[in-house]
């Protein structure tokens, strides 16, 4: 990384510079499995240092094995914590690099800036702007904690204030079935339709979205068969403009064949957790 081959002893004034100088919103990129519980990680000597996750440490800085801290729910943020240190017997600036772009942290805005998502450090350490890459940022000391020195490790975090919708993952990150509901006849034909995550928490333990197309072919020509003309659907739990779920229809018909479904902000999963949303085609006769 290029970060990595260049001194990143920020003095106050410029940091402070950037901080100020405005905020970001990282993309969206697709997530990919990788190393975020391993062996502690360290940028001395190295012009290719091993990230942890989406942490990468600074010149001259090693980083311990975070605790990620993540919580039951991706219903409200959290901070991860984890030592910074130093092989030098001299002290030396330490410094994080946080790549925005992969979880926990994409979607995420900067310290500093007035939206409902923005990343933060906890003290003695703050987030600032890459002053050269905007899909990254920097976790730096503040108020006389700037510099770490062989034997006298540093505790520092990062915190995401309020929770982030979460990206799809890869689709080898869960299956997808789908059953007829309880309720499956005329006026009214179900189908529950079920998320499973298969992601081992030591490999990737944040929360990550799901996708798929639900075909409602089925239960319409069972209404049809039956006499009855479609009038609409039902979902349970309601998908709440994104806070559940995305349902987006893909035709235009009076009651749509086919529906997108994305994951929204309360019904991410985590690991082998599930998630299980009901499409119900009511009719009437006559």
């Known amino acids: 990384m290029m970060i990595a081959r260049r ?17 970001f919103l990282a993309t969206d990129a697709a997530w990919t499995d990788s190393s975020y519980v391993t ?24 980083i311990g094995i ?10 409200w943020g959290f901070c991860s914590t984890f030592t910074v240190s130093t092989e030098s017997s001299e ?28 990343l933060r450090g906890m003290w003695p350490a703050k987030v600032v702007a890459d002053p050269d890459d905007d899909s990254q940022a920097l976790l730096v000391g503040e108020s ?16 995401i204030d309020n929770p982030l919708i979460r990206p799809p993952g890869d689709s080898s990150w869960y299956d997808v079935s789908v059953e007829h509901g309880t309720s499956w006849g005329a006026p009214e034909a179900c189908l529950d339709v079920t ?11 944040f929360y990550f979205g799901w996708e798929t197309t639900l075909d409602l072919s089925e239960p319409l020509a069972l209404l049809a068969d039956a006499g009855v003309t479609p009038d609409g659907i039902a979902w ?25 479904l994305t994951s929204g902000l309360a019904d991410s999963i985590r690991g082998t957790e599930s998630f299980t949303l009901t499409a119900c085609v009511r009719g009437h006769t006559g």
């Open 144 to 159: 006389g904690q700037e510099t770490v020195v062989a034997g006298q490790p540093r505790s520092v975090g990062i915190c």
């Open 39 to 62: 062996v502690q990680a360290t940028a001395a000597g190295s012009t290719d240092p091993t990230p942890i996750g989406p942490l990468t440490p600074g010149d001259e800085t090693i």
């Open 195 to 205: 998320f499973t995550g298969k992601q081992d928490l030591d490999t990737y333990p």
């Open 7 to 23: 001194v990143i002893a920020l003095a106050v004034s410029v940091v402070t510079a950037v901080l100020t100088a405005g905020s």
């Open 91 to 118: 002290p030396v600036t330490w410094s994080v690099i946080i790549d925005m772009t992969r979880a926990p942290y994409a979607g995420a805005t900067m310290q500093g800036d007035a939206s409902y998502t923005k």
């Open 236 to 260: 349970s739990p309601d998908p709440s403009q994104g806070y559940n779920y995305n349902a987006t229809a893909l035709d235009d018909g009076r009651v749509p064949t086919k529906y997108r």
């Open 66 to 75: 975070p605790d990620w801290n993540v919580p039951d729910e991706n219903s």
